[in-house]
């Protein structure tokens, strides 16, 4: 047989002895003089290996009555970037009784012999250079060839269906949640998923995958699940990316729909007579119930064999769905393929799997039931934030950089402006604060800090006084009040609002958003609660600012900083190779991605093109830069000679596809070598794609 990406594409066997297509496109674009001529070129190949499996049975003295194997293998692989195509490898091995025994050294163009009975093939095939010089011309040469013209029949036959079949599923399992992402028709085969909490990755040991598979049509699918608690479900979503992708897919599961959904999941087995109903099984209790007297005595019978009852549980609860998931996949294949995309499917539907047998006069019926939710597909949320946080001490501490009262503004985490008891001056951190904020916006904001300070100055000895608590040590009064906001798209949701105080790193009063009024944290909060909750114009413009002119400030702030972020901002992604310190023969992979914004960002190590698991690399998280911008670093520790088979995949909202730099072999050959260089030496790949000009030793 033929494999493209492990996808086969022809066959041939002794009986029918005709080469066939077993893709589509394969049938449609190879012409009948292809078929004909493969056909005589694989009786061929069979008459050859009917010949030399009988000669290695008795060079190695094997008896004719047992059965004997004799395999080959060849063909070859190749690396694509955008347009250009390298040869990366090629392959000509055989195997007896599923053993290695003999392989092709391409780079020396001569034999291996991997056992003492392939000694006499490798120096007869050796003994004949002009056949190496053509092993070696078909695998660097034409086998590339064939693989390119295949690959380019395949791309247009399935480009159009690459994403119609991306889809979420949620399942109830007693107290909680199993939320399930299912991508399929994707091609070609790489791809990446992961479940995501608040926009962070899970650990891949923390979630359940099939791998990708293959479908019956070429394309490929992808499966991964975790278990939540129910409550959580607005805090996950999918992300999927492809490199026919536009832009990462990411869906969420949505809570009050699954609320509806989730209570209609169950297993029956259950038997009748004359119309009538007999005896059914009890999934929870793993038992059967009798329905009438006359079926008692074939449930004592029954219950008697408790393995019997475990695998009905089983059944019910584990092959039956999984049947009913590979069904459904292949009836959501032909659903899609006919009515289009996912935003053209139904929103809800109920799906039954049903499966009869007469036995003895009884019908037998097993029928599982389950609502499943399709999601449409959704576009990035992106979260922002605007937070003013201040922060008081009851005296002056003789400290560099400490001061008495201190004020700032956060926006997303990047500080925007600053205020001290020293300078007094509301001040500027951002380039673009500075240049878009008129001189009366400092000026009153200067004002307004003044005024602060003073309050708490104030308030901090209140505090004191009504704890008890003595003057000659040093305690802290802090105040954080802002909003934060869902954007998607164009669309802008207010998502919350906090106005909190806490005392000597304590919480100690909140504003509630919803009710609003106060709620005390501790007893000695309860006076300032009274007071305020008296005033409820004041409670209500408190409402009024989370709400309304927070969010302004925020939407304004933001529009500000996008243009200037993105802008001057471009994001570099580098990927450096050394000498592990722990390890002599190990080498320490680094990818670092910075100059990224806004701060979501997935990256991940891969191992032929799949996410190693978190807890195999170490990460330094999100963590910003001097000028706004965020950066992330994740390492490994590998063995040299596998440095091939690693890249740094970086997908982010600003990108128009992922970055993919790999760390290369040949290059790092070359400086390995150098005994006498410094330990930091790197070689470094940067750029949106990966670029061979671009690697320099630093």
Not at 102 to 127: C, G, T, Y
Not at 301 to 311: A, E, G, H, M, S
Not at 439 to 466: A, P
Not at 674 to 693: C, E, I
Request: aromatic share 12%; glycine share 6%.
């Amino acid at each position: 047989m033929g494999l493209l990406d492990n996808i086969q594409i022809d066959y041939y066997n002794s009986v029918e002895q005709k080469k066939i297509p077993k893709q589509t496109w394969m049938k449609e674009k190879m012409q009948e003089d292809y078929w004909e001529k493969g056909t005589q070129s694989r009786k061929s190949k069979e008459q050859w290996f009917n010949v030399n499996v009988d000669i290695l049975m008795k060079r190695m003295r094997h008896s004719e009555s047992a059965v004997h194997v004799l395999q080959w293998r060849t063909g070859c692989e190749i690396e694509k970037q955008g347009d250009e195509v390298k040869f990366s490898t090629g392959i000509s091995e055989y195997g007896y009784d599923g053993e290695n025994f003999l392989s092709f050294d391409i780079k020396e163009s001569q034999w291996i012999a991997l056992v003492d009975a392939a000694l006499p093939s490798k120096r007869k095939w050796d003994s004949v250079p002009i056949l190496n010089q053509y092993t070696k011309g078909y695998l660097e040469k034409e086998c590339v060839d064939w693989l390119k013209k295949f690959t380019e029949y395949v791309d247009k036959q399935l480009e159009h269906k690459l994403f119609t079949n991306c889809k979420l599923r949620s399942l109830r399992h007693k107290t909680k949640l199993k939320l399930t992402c299912l991508a399929t028709g994707f091609y070609p085969r790489d791809v990446t998923m992961t479940i995501r909490k608040y926009c962070t990755s899970l650990p891949e040991d923390g979630t359940g995958s099939t791998g990708i598979r293959p479908n019956h049509d070429g394309t490929f699918q992808i499966r991964k699940s975790v278990e939540i608690e129910e409550g959580e479900i607005s805090e996950y979503d999918c992300f999927v990316a492809h490199s026919t992708f536009k832009e990462p897919i990411i869906n969420k599961w949505d809570a009050p729909h699954y609320a509806r959904l989730s209570a209609a999941a169950t297993g029956v087995n259950e038997y009748g007579y004359d119309g009538e109903n007999f005896m059914s099984f009890d999934n929870k209790k793993s038992q059967w119930v009798a329905s009438v007297d006359a079926a008692l005595p074939t449930k004592r019978k029954w219950d008697n064999v408790p393995i019997l009852n475990q695998y009905c549980k089983s059944y019910l609860e584990k092959d039956c769905v999984d049947w009913l998931n590979k069904f459904r996949e292949y009836e959501d294949w032909e659903l899609r393929n006919s009515y289009g995309k996912c935003q053209d499917c139904p929103s809800e539907s109920v799906v039954g799997l049903l499966i009869g047998a007469v036995i003895g006069g009884l019908f037998v019926a097993v029928v599982f039931v389950l609502m499943v939710y399709l999601l449409k597909k959704r576009r990035i949320i992106e979260k922002h934030s605007l937070y003013y946080s201040y922060t008081a001490l009851s005296k002056s501490v003789d400290l560099p950089g400490i001061y008495q009262f201190t004020a700032m503004g956060l926006l997303d985490d990047m500080q925007i402006d600053y205020y001290n008891s020293v300078e007094q001056k509301k001040i500027p951190k951002q380039t673009w604060m500075k240049e878009k904020m008129q001189g009366d916006y400092w000026e009153k904001g200067t004002q307004s800090r003044k005024s602060k300070e003073q309050w708490f100055n104030v308030n901090v000895d209140i505090l004191m006084k009504r704890m008890g608590h003595s003057e000659s040590a040093v305690h802290v009064l802090q105040w954080r009040i802002g909003c934060e906001i869902e954007k998607q798209g164009d669309e802008v949701k207010f998502s919350t609002g906090i106005s909190e105080y806490g005392y000597d790193g304590e919480n100690f009063l909140s504003f509630d958003i919803k009710e609003s009024q106060w709620i005390a944290s501790v007893d000695a909060a309860r006076p300032t609660k009274r007071k305020w909750d008296n005033v409820p114009i004041l409670n209500q413009y408190t409402k009024g600012y989370l709400e309304k002119e927070c969010v302004d400030w925020l939407n304004k702030f933001r529009e500000y900083g996008d243009k200037e972020l993105r802008h001057n901002s471009p994001t570099d992604v580098h990927t450096f190779a050394v000498r592990s310190l722990r390890h002599k023969t190990k080498l320490k992979l680094t990818c670092l991605a910075t100059g990224f914004y806004p701060r979501d960002v997935t990256m991940t190590i891969r191992k032929y093109c799949t996410s190693l698991p978190e807890d195999w690399t170490g990460s330094t998280g999100i963590r910003p830069n001097h000028d706004g911008t965020f950066q992330i670093k994740k390492s490994v520790e590998i063995e040299e000679g596998e440095i091939s088979e690693y890249d740094c995949f970086v997908a982010h909202s600003t990108f128009k596809e992922p970055i993919i730099n790999k760390w290369d072999a040949p290059h790092y050959a070359r400086l390995s070598a150098a005994a006498t260089a410094p330990p930091d030496t790197r070689v470094s790949a940067r750029g949106s794609t990966y670029d061979k000009t671009k690697l320099k030793l630093t």
